[in-house]
């Protein structure tokens, strides 16, 4: 029983890693699934791919390593957040795809419920605001289209879950509907002070209790796995969000520490501790975990699109054949040649949740060539990120003065040094970059005696550091720009 198993159910792929007692890893697997687009912003998955993908690199992960499941200490769970799972709790089956977090078809209802006056009481229970990035009208979405649905529920028959909970359902043959504190926190039916479902909450948006799976803390034995696809009588020992989980991987376990997650998009989040920061410029303040009786939270500013620019750059207008290469086209010119990209392909997220927003490229003259956009993109997932980290300041009273980072993106050089730079401050990239599984696996070791949090805290290592260097003149003139890009694309899509 000399290992750990954490599993990253992420929005583009399935991934397992396994851990040693030290925290080094000794195996890792990962396959990508189907994204559906079944209309213009629109993001639909498989659940039941999402179940055999991540139960194979389980496997997988397992065999490379030579070891079986009886070897393994304890499970962790962490997942892409707010994707909505509702299923027959008889059969098991999903009676609708998953939709995923970036899915924009509830729009007109959260802007129904922001215009009657909603907001501030929804913020002021749940931390989050009245977008269709949350799970609560995505739940409701499916009551509504499905015939039947809404009965079923109102019966006791069908379970809601988020991704997490529909993966311990499966994995413990439909004996465990739970989910954890952090998980919870992202649906908008979550009360984070008395960390309970909020009945006023599930009358607002019409969903019956009897569908909601009940809410653990992060790191606590839950259960035992049962499916033979998996492997059984393993102890499932953690649960926790994704971005919440790379915090804990980053180890930033103390209230002020902040990490960056620069993967599809890009997700800041800085610990709060005990205290619960009420943002004043629409940052999400939510539950990083729950560890014993003590609940630590979050502020997070989410960005939709980050690598997902340079994904496009990469497979819609064929610019480059891999991600990597952005950064040495980027690097070929010496600055961005007057180009400000926007990539508001769904929206813009944090600070300003404008789901009306769209993607635009500014400053073309005859002389803009493919590097030229290759940086602006690499420049866009700074910037956006900058607009965060400002209001972040102005919410803490103190700007932040080091950013772990991790996630895809962080291996680009020319990107991390950007964000130091506009930024001004420090950019630290850890040694081990799969934060994210880390934080799930030290989560599920803590629960089982594995390490202590002590132990956990003298674990990062860093790789490499980025000062900030730039001319406060020439971080200026490229803000000013941005802001000026941003401006003109909001409310385009009204
Ligand atoms: N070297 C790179 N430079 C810029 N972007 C990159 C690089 N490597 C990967 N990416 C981007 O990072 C994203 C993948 O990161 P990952 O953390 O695996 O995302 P997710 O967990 O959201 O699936 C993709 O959108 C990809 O375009
Ligand atoms: O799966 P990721 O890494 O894209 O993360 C998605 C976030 O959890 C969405 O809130």
Request: hydrophobic content about 45%; some cysteine; glycine content about 8%.
């Amino acid at each position: 029983m000399r290992y750990i198993m954490a599993i990253d159910q992420g929005t583009s792929s399935s991934r397992c890693i396994l851990y040693d007692r030290e925290g080094k890893m000794v195996a890792a697997a990962q396959r990508e699934f189907r994204q559906i687009f079944p209309q213009p912003g629109w993001v639909e998955h498989d659940p039941e791919e999402i179940w055999r993908t991540q139960a194979a690199v389980c496997r997988e992960a397992l065999r490379q390593a030579n070891l079986q499941p009886a070897d393994v200490a304890a499970l962790g769970i962490t997942n892409q957040r707010e994707t909505v799972v509702v299923w027959d709790r008889r059969t098991g089956t999903p009676v609708y795809p998953a939709i995923v977090w970036q899915d924009r078809r509830t729009a007109e209802h959260c802007a129904r419920l922001r215009a009657a006056g909603w907001e501030e009481k929804v913020q002021a229970k749940t931390g989050l605001l009245l977008d269709p990035y949350f799970s609560a009208t995505k739940i409701r979405w499916i009551l509504d289209h499905i015939d039947g649905a809404l009965d079923k529920a109102l019966q006791g028959e069908l379970a809601f879950g988020t991704v997490d909970s529909w993966l311990v359902w499966k994995m413990t043959q439909g004996e465990l509907h739970i989910t954890d504190v952090s998980n919870a926190s992202r649906t908008l039916l979550f009360d984070i002070d008395t960390l309970s479902w909020d009945l006023e909450l599930l009358d607002l948006f019409g969903i019956p209790a009897a569908m909601l799976p009940g809410v653990k803390a992060s790191s606590e034995c839950y259960g035992l796995t049962r499916d033979p696809l998996l492997g059984a009588g393993i102890r499932i020992a953690a649960i926790v969000g994704d971005q919440q989980a790379s915090l804990f991987g980053q180890l930033c376990v103390e209230p002020g520490m902040a990490k960056c997650t620069y993967g599809t998009g890009s997700f800041l989040v800085m610990n709060t501790g005990p205290e619960k920061i009420v943002s004043k410029h629409r940052l999400l303040t939510t539950v990083a975990w729950k560890i014993g009786d003590r609940v630590d939270y979050a502020l997070e500013g989410s960005v939709f699109v980050g690598g997902a620019a340079i994904q496009w750059l990469r497979d819609g207008l064929h610019l480059f054949d891999a991600a990597a290469d952005s950064e040495k086209l980027a690097v070929s010119v010496s600055d961005n040649g007057g180009v400000y990209f926007v990539p508001a392909f769904t929206g813009l997220g944090a600070p300003f949740w404008d789901p009306d927003a769209r993607g635009a490229i500014f400053g073309l003259t005859r002389g803009v060539s493919a590097a030229h956009i290759a940086r602006a993109a690499l420049e866009s997932i700074a910037f956006q990120v900058d607009d965060i980290l400002a209001v972040l300041a102005e919410d803490c009273g103190r700007p932040v003065s080091q950013l772990r980072i991790d996630g895809g993106a962080a291996a680009n050089r020319f990107l991390a040094q950007f964000q130091s730079d506009i930024s001004a401050l420090e950019v630290v990239r850890p040694a081990h970059l799969e934060t994210t599984a880390l934080g799930a696996a030290y989560l599920a070791g803590l629960a089982v005696g594995v390490w202590t949090l002590e132990e956990l805290a003298t674990q990062w290592r860093s790789d490499r550091f980025f000062q900030h260097s730039m001319p406060a003149e020439a971080v200026e003139t490229h803000k000013k720009q941005w802001r000026k890009a941003v401006a003109r694309v909001r409310a385009w899509a009204e």
